[in-house]
């Protein structure tokens, strides 16, 4: 059974930095895809980056210069560092994981990934 546990979450002032972890626990491969996804309430659930087992990522353009997605596969964590924070990128922050090759221009797409976890709130005041 996979698991993906979020946290790092919280509130912070604009200009500020949070850092995401997710831990990934039961994963069925070793060829994957892990993205970090977010929702804020009443829009639809939107790409952030992505990160392969090559190594190669992927940022939505309005993280671009901000964020940086990074894993540790000694520690099965997926990171989401993220710099410079808007009010706009308040939303609920959800890591996703996903066994099977995805092309690299889908990678930002929520149906693209089986696995999700269950979420960590990063709010920004302005």
């Known amino acids: 059974q996979v698991r993906l546990v979020e946290s790092g979450g919280g509130e912070v002032q604009a200009g500020g930095s949070l850092r995401l972890s997710c831990v990934a626990s039961g994963y069925p491969g070793t060829r994957y895809c892990m993205g970090w996804f977010r929702q804020a309430p009443g829009e639809e659930r939107e790409g952030v980056a992505s990160?392969?087992?090559?190594?190669?990522?992927a940022y939505a353009d309005s993280v671009k210069g901000r964020f940086t997605i990074s894993k540790d596969n000694a520690k099965n964590t997926l990171y989401l560092q993220m710099n410079s924070l808007k009010p706009e990128d308040t939303a609920m922050y959800y890591c996703?994981?996903?066994?099977?090759?995805?092309?690299?221009?889908?990678?930002?797409?929520?149906?693209?990934?089986?696995?999700w976890g269950q979420g960590t709130q990063v709010t920004v005041s302005s």
């Open positions: 990160i392969d087992d090559g190594g190669i990522t």
């Open positions: 996703a994981a996903d066994p099977g090759g995805i092309w690299f221009h889908q990678r930002l797409e929520a149906r693209r990934y089986n696995y």
